[in-house]
């Protein structure tokens, strides 16, 4: 008999922006008319910059043309892309990667979901908390993550590392052991940072403990202080303990486009196998490539009028965060992030849990929100707004809340 | 210590086409003036169709200005696209599909090497023989394979369906109780196809032994023939028994462009689990969408022109698969398939194994093939001609062989 795949049924609930989808879709169902303010889930709204839209009608005419024709991609990725991302993003900031250790994707959702695939089942994993959802979940699906707790909404064998305003959102060390360290900085969702000396420490912790960090740094573009690190191949010893997994998505407005890239570096060994060869493997198996002409757009992210443009597009969406945390400490809410990243972080008001005061955004104020807790129990009494909205929906976002 | 998966270390040698890529690119270095004609791996050399071509420019444009900016895409896909799919590939053909068993993906290699995800471990598996690596790859990755006897080159937990010349490339129905069957028809990578009695044959024991098909249906527009099936919902019974998985790829030249989708009929429901729930959360955790500017180009191809125009793109390779399969039979080959499909399966001369065919191919013709050992035991002793390339080209290569 057909078996079916029983750790997917271990899975709580649905999908978190699945759910708000479906709350959202049937409050504006009983009220059509109610003018509803986006500011949950983390989509952009600028449309493409110039350099890019060029790009891409370029590279449709090239596939318009059989001398031209792009078929298959090449296995980790067209070169010429491979090539812009370890110059700007890498050798640029002094940091060592070379252009075979760099993989295209469709984005980094994927990666992330998938990378824990070439790992044993057996690998104790740590997680942020509060967290991107896909950590937990990726690994739920494959049987890693034990029993859920319904009281404490925790799994038996996950590692917790909890950030709250308590700890100014920066967890501690592991107290035991742990394999897989999934680190998320510009952190989704607290839009908090963590600065070189810090990183350096999570960095010394998993060379000591030969562990694994799997680096989250798709926010990396909203980092305005020089202090903090864009990538962790910027920390000394990082190549020896570091997956770096980046995105196109929220740097240039690709979240329509799909593109995105993860580093293994060669000096990853484990069991004495290279992870490398496990990813390289992954992808040749299971995935076909980035399109050709998303491949050209992004190459166009690099260029000197691509790097202009996105720029101006990073600093609208950072003055949006600039006003959502002006507005709401004006109102006296308590706020976090917002400063190098796209997200910020708020304290529900007078003991509020997260559903609650999301319900309250939604019915009384028409503002979508993404409730703390649905990224892990440390994010309850907390919500996330996103800065990637319109300025003056943000406007009006914040003059519906604080009027 | 972190441990990786074991699962993928029993995998053997690289994927197929990466390891004709390296002897090709050793031949290349050591022969820079042979012009190599390239009849291997089954990618497309036809340009985008000017109905495509159009589509993707507006649709770029589009993502050019903010009042129709599109971001991340809807869990299922965009609803444009899986409208025009219902009614152009099932309901024209009388088959049943609603448009929320329609899955919008990057394209069908991940999608069939991704769907054995939503099934224990402990599920019995099927395969033809010869057959794409990646339905077997992707079970072996996953553990459901058991031990590799390097003797007989076959999996001790596999069913092999052999299909060779002797019983007509139609493989028997399995003597002994299976849980998931991959069929791939027209096949790769013998050109092939099933008729409607005989894929009945297969829903009908799938129902029986509550079974499921995977139903791999990627080149169902090279059916010429009217007699043979393009969808395995055709047939009666299949929506509780089949999970069709089909490509724009070979349809319409998009494997540098990227899109496919998967059906999972709501009747697939096994130990009481709805399949598609399953799929969809796999869907929504790990995936984030295909391009909204490649899904324009989807819908573009069943437009009245973009019918028009990729009918004459398959008739095209169609000529082609005619060409090889007229010059190699009249050279004294046994030749199969190539009809209803753009492979041609052909036996290897005197004897000789498929990888001795393809190096002589390579060596003394220039011409590469796939070997059809790399296919799975039952393929040992054929290649396959792809009829994807130019039609000079083939014509060059074929009087290459017969001269």
């Known amino acids: 008999m057909v078996t079916v795949n029983h750790d997917y049924l271990d899975l709580k609930g649905s999908y978190l ?9 049937t409050y504006q169902t009983n009220y059509p008319e109610a ?33 031209t024709f792009h078929g298959y991609a090449p296995d980790l990725g067209y070169t010429f892309l491979r090539e812009k991302i370890v110059e700007h993003d890498y050798e640029a900031r002094g940091a060592h990667v070379e252009i075979d250790e760099v993989f295209i994707s469709d984005g980094a959702k994927g990666d992330v979901a998938n990378i824990q695939e070439i790992f044993g089942r057996d690998n104790k994993v740590a997680v942020g908390d509060p967290v991107y959802p896909v950590y937990v979940d990726s690994n739920v699906m494959s049987g890693r993550t034990g029993t859920y707790n319904a009281e ?4 038996s064998d996950l590692t917790y590392l909890s950030a709250t305003s308590e700890n100014n959102f920066t967890p501690s060390l592991p107290t035991s052991h742990v394999d897989l360290i999934y680190l998320c900085y510009p952190n989704n969702p607290t839009g908090t940072t963590l600065t070189k000396e810090a990183l350096k420490e999570w960095v010394d912790y998993a060379n000591k403990e030969e562990a694994i960090i799997i ?16 990538s962790i191949y910027e920390i000394e010893g990082a ?9 196109f998505s929220k740097t240039a407005g690709f979240t329509g486009l799909r593109l995105g890239y993860t ?19 992954r992808h040749s198996t299971k995935f076909n490539g980035a399109p050709y002409i998303v491949s050209r757009a992004g190459e166009a992210v690099y260029s000197k009028e691509g ?22 400490m004006e109102a006296g809410y308590e706020v976090f992030g917002g400063t190098n990243a796209p997200y910020v972080w708020v304290k529900t008001p007078a003991g509020m849990t997260s559903w609650a005061f999301f319900d309250f955004l939604l019915e009384k104020k028409q503002i979508i929100v993404t409730p703390g807790s649905g990224f892990g129990p440390s994010g309850e009494g907390y919500v ?7 300025y003056e929906s943000v406007q009006d976002a914040m003059q519906r809340i604080t009027q």
Chains 1, 2 share one sequence.
């Open 17 to 25: 922006f699945s759910t708000i989808a479906k709350k959202v879709a």
């Open 152 to 155: 404490t909404e925790m799994w």
């Open 215 to 230: 680096y989250d740094s798709a926010y990396e573009a909203f980092i305005t202080d020089s202090a903090i690190p864009r």
């Open 263 to 281: 580093v293994v570096p060669k000096e990853l060994v484990r069991e004495g196998v290279a992870l490398r060869s496990l990813w390289a493997r």
């Open 239 to 247: 190549r020896t303990c570091a997956i770096e997994v980046r995105s």
């Open 35 to 67: 003018k509803i303010i986006r500011m949950g889930i983390g989509d952009v709204t600028q449309p493409l910059v110039p350099a890019v839209v060029e790009a891409l009608h370029k590279a449709v005419d090239e596939q318009a043309n059989m001398d």
């Open 384 to 390: 996330r707004f996103s800065a990637f909205g319109e």
């Open 307 to 328: 790097k202009k443009q996105i720029k101006k597009q990073i600093a609208y969406y950072l003055r949006n965060a600039k006003m959502i945390r002006e507005y709401l």
